[in-house]
Each structure stands twice: as C-alpha cells, then as structure tokens.
C-alpha cells in the first residue's frame, strides 16, 4: 500500500482565519514533505522531516507552520494568509534511504482558496 | 545544479496513437529519474522510476530508459487511451542534506481524443 491521505479536500479561509492541513502515512516512511502547486506549475517543495526533525525549510514565510506530532502525521498550520498563497498543497512521504534512490509517493493534496 | 528539461504541452494525440514525451536531465553524481502523472483535481501519482544508467522503468504500458549517455529519461507508450489524459512531469532525485530533493520539468500536458 503506498497510500498518503490529506485532511480537507477543499478548504476556503480568509486572511485572518487561522487553519490547519493534514496528511497521513502508514507505510513506515520517516521522510515527510510539503509541496505547494499554483495552477499549470510543478509541485514547489516546502518543508521536508526526517525521523519527526524539520530537516529542510526552504524559505517559506512564517505563516506557514509545519508540525510533524509523531512519524505518521504531518500538519501545516495556517494563519494570516494572503491570496496569492491559494494553490493546491501536496504532501509526500518516503522512505528516507540513503543516496538519490528514495521515492517520495504524494497524497491527494489539499485545494486551498484565500479570500 | 540539476535541472530537468520537458518537452513544450500540450501533446494532442488520438486514441492508439503512439506517445513519445521527451525528458533530458542535469545533473551531477548519479541521481535516479522518475515519470509522475498527474490526473485533473488530483495528486501526484508515481509512474515508473530508474534508478541506475540502462535500467527501464514501466508501468500500465508506459516505458523509459535511462540513458546516461544521452542524459534523457524519454516516456514512451505504444497505444494511448482517453484515459491517459494528463498532465506528466519528470523528475530527478538528489540527496539534499539528510533527505531526498526532487527536482521537477515544468510538465507535458497530453490530451488523448477519440
């Protein structure tokens, strides 16, 4: 089963909302990421945890925090978003082996529209 | 640095027409190349991957090899089918610090009519 689930589907927020994604594994990955896709783009990596450690922030704002609560749950909290962030967020898990061979399986992603 | 290259969407093809959808890489060292195929309204789905020179990766009838000497991951698929209406990006693995890093084309939109 390579099976990545992701928590809502669709979520709608304003600028002041504070909300949160979530994404799940039950493949024993201990690698996690979060992407981010505007329309017609490919998926921009936004957060990696190895073992449950934020191993890789590639400059995302603030108003981007990530939790990872133990090795099967990864969360992205939410809070005073702005439009241009509507895009649709991948999460992604692997296995985290050593060397360039590590295959990362995506969830459904979730479609988030800031208004 | 490492780079991906995609062929210019979209791929307008009928159905059982043969697909060639072209990849060429940079990279350094050895990394391993992949096909995702991405459906409307969804994730991403892994297709098939390589991850050493002259291994085929295959998959529900869609084929590539690596090729080192040419540095191209090219897919291919003998007979196409509506169902294969997508969007397909390439991609190549590279160890980032203490994980993985894939680097992605920009994607290939195929639109397959009967």
């Known amino acids: 089963d390579t099976e990545v689930t992701q928590t809502p589907k669709h979520l709608v927020m304003g600028m002041t909302n504070k909300k949160s994604l979530k994404c799940e594994q039950h493949?024993?990955?201990?690698?996690m990421y979060w992407y981010k896709q505007k329309a017609k783009k490919p998926p921009e990596l936004m957060f990696v945890y190895s073992y449950e450690k934020l191993s890789i922030n590639e400059s995302v704002p603030s108003r981007f925090s990530p939790e990872c609560p133990n090795s099967s749950l990864l969360n992205l909290h939410l809070h005073a978003l702005q439009p241009e962030d509507s895009a649709l967020y991948l999460c992604?898990?692997?296995?985290?082996?050593?060397?360039?061979?590590?295959?990362?399986?995506f969830g459904p992603g979730t479609r988030l529209t800031v208004l | 640095g490492n780079s991906v290259t995609q062929m210019e969407g979209p791929v307008t093809l009928s159905e059982e027409a043969f697909l060639t959808i072209n990849c060429t890489y940079t990279a350094t060292g050895y990394p391993s190349l992949f096909w995702y195929v991405q459906y409307p309204g969804e994730g991403l789905q892994l297709l098939l991957k390589a991850t050493k020179a002259d291994d085929k990766g295959s998959n529900k009838g869609f084929e590539a090899t690596y090729r080192k000497e040419t540095t191209s991951f090219h897919l291919e698929k003998g007979s196409v089918q509506v169902s294969d209406s997508a969007v397909y990006f390439c991609?190549?693995?590279?160890?980032?610090?203490?994980?993985?890093?894939?680097?992605f084309g920009t994607g290939t939109r195929l639109q397959v009519t009967l």
């Open positions: 493949m024993g990955h201990r690698a």
């Open positions: 992604a898990s692997s296995h985290r082996t050593s060397g360039s061979t590590d295959t990362q399986y």
């Open positions: 991609a190549l693995s590279y160890r980032g610090g203490t994980a993985s890093k894939l680097t």
